[in-house]
T-cell receptor, first 111, second 113 residues
Framework: KNEVEQSPQNLTAQEGEFITINCSYS?????LHWLQQHPGGGIVSLFM???GKKKHGRLIATINIQEKHSSLHITASHPRDSAVYIC?????????????FGEGTQLTVNP | NAGVTQTPKFQVLKTGQSMTLQCAQD?????MSWYRQDPGMGLRLIHY???????DQGEVPNGYNVSRSTTEDFPLRLLSAAPSQTSVYFC????????????FGQGTRLTVV
């Protein structure tokens, strides 16, 4: 079982829909990151959080430390939101405080 | 402010060839790392550095070398390329090791034939 599990693997939505991507992890963490990767492009950090909730524009990230679960929400989705969204956790239990990544969620938003 | 700069963006190598992937950051970050991204798998750590002169192995270090002679640069060397090293490589940096934002380069798509 992977230390970081994301669901769903693939998600197709219509423009304007509310989207939720989930991330569950099995290790103790110091922080959780949500990243965005566009086709052929690099990786951009969206959020880093260790508790509670953060909001940036139409994106909202929440984390429940007790349940070891985080969600990324996109309100009023738009075709430009189409990308791979990656959850990563930074754990003090592993050497080098490395980031451990989920496999990513491919989001496609159709007009 | 360029952030994290990776070169080249694309590279094709023949089996047995060597090459260096370059990574530079201009944010005075202490922590730098190299990851590879393969289909169906999350990014995996190859090597990392917590400061100039200090490097250590990650999850998948075999076949790769790194050095950190300056804070800014963290090159990744493939000593003798193998088809199993066909992947997309990302360099990342952060100010510290723990609760700090990670910045990624644009990636290098490497094909070994």
């Amino acid at each position: 079982k992977n230390e970081v599990e994301q669901s769903p693997q693939n998600l197709t939505a219509q423009e304007g829909e509310f989207i939720t991507i989930n991330c569950s992890y099995s290790v103790g963490i110091s922080a959780l990151h949500w990243l965005q990767q566009h086709p052929g492009g690099g990786i951009v950090s969206l959020f880093m959080l260790s508790s509670g909730k953060k909001k940036h524009g139409r994106l909202i990230a929440t984390i429940n430390i007790q349940e070891k679960h985080s969600s990324l929400h996109i309100t009023a989705s738009h075709p430009r939101d189409s990308a791979v969204y990656i959850c990563a956790v930074r754990s003090g239990e592993t050497s080098g405080s490395r980031l451990t990544f989920g496999e990513g969620t491919q989001l496609t938003v159709n007009p | 402010n360029a952030g994290v700069t990776q070169t080249p963006k694309f590279q094709v190598l023949k089996t047995g060839q060597s090459m260096t992937l370059q990574c530079a950051q201009d944010m005075n970050h202490e922590y730098m790392s190299w990851y590879r991204q393969d289909p169906g798998m999350g990014l995996r750590l190859i090597h990392y550095s917590v400061g100039a002169g200090i490097t250590d192995q990650g999850e998948v270090p075999n076949g790769y070398n790194v050095s950190r002679s300056t804070t800014e640069d963290f090159p990744l060397r493939l000593l003798s390329a193998a088809p199993s090293q066909t992947s997309v490589y990302f360099c990342a940096s952060s100010y510290g090791r723990w609760n700090t934002e990670a910045f990624f380069g644009q990636g290098t798509r490497l094909t070994v034939v």
